[in-house]
């Protein structure tokens, strides 16, 4: 595996979340939360326990890129299309349901962050098939 690449492909995952979460949670997703507040942390204390977050984003960031890199094939941005798409059903899916079991919230809530999360993956499969994209007209794989 080339360190460099996957370095490069973990924190340019780890940004485009970033501002891709800012955009659809603190702007679009703003005023629904206020539904929910009774059952979230305050901002004050929220700011206190984002940096353990930002960590571990960083960590998932990283494993994405790993388990793409694990598994690709080199066939394009249609493959970063279909590794988003799986990683939002794997992950996204699985833990918006979790949330609405455990927490007193309404269902829109698990439909809203799915949707969000579908296409955050496929934004960040995209953007991982670009960084590791084929060599051009072979299909064949860049080297690590």
């Excluded at 930002?54 to 299309?81: D, H, M, N, Q, S």
């Amino acid at each position: 595996m080339n360190v460099k690449r996957f370095v490069i492909a973990g924190i340019a995952v780890f940004v485009a979340m970033m501002i891709l979460d800012f955009i659809f949670h603190m702007g679009l997703m703003g005023p629904v939360y206020e539904e929910i507040q009774e059952v979230t942390r305050s901002d004050s204390e929220m700011m206190k326990v984002m940096p353990i977050g930002y960590i571990f984003t960083l960590l998932w960031a990283f494993l994405f890129c790993y388990i793409f890199i694990r598994g690709r094939e080199g066939k394009g941005l249609i493959e970063g299309v279909r590794f988003g798409i799986l990683m939002a059903l794997f992950y996204s899916l699985i833990t918006s349901i979790w949330q609405w079991t455990v927490y007193p919230i309404p269902f829109k809530f698990v439909i809203y962050w799915f949707l969000i999360g579908l296409i955050e993956m496929v934004i960040l499969g995209i953007l991982v098939a670009v960084i590791y994209k084929p060599l051009e007209g072979t299909g064949t794989p860049v080297t690590e």
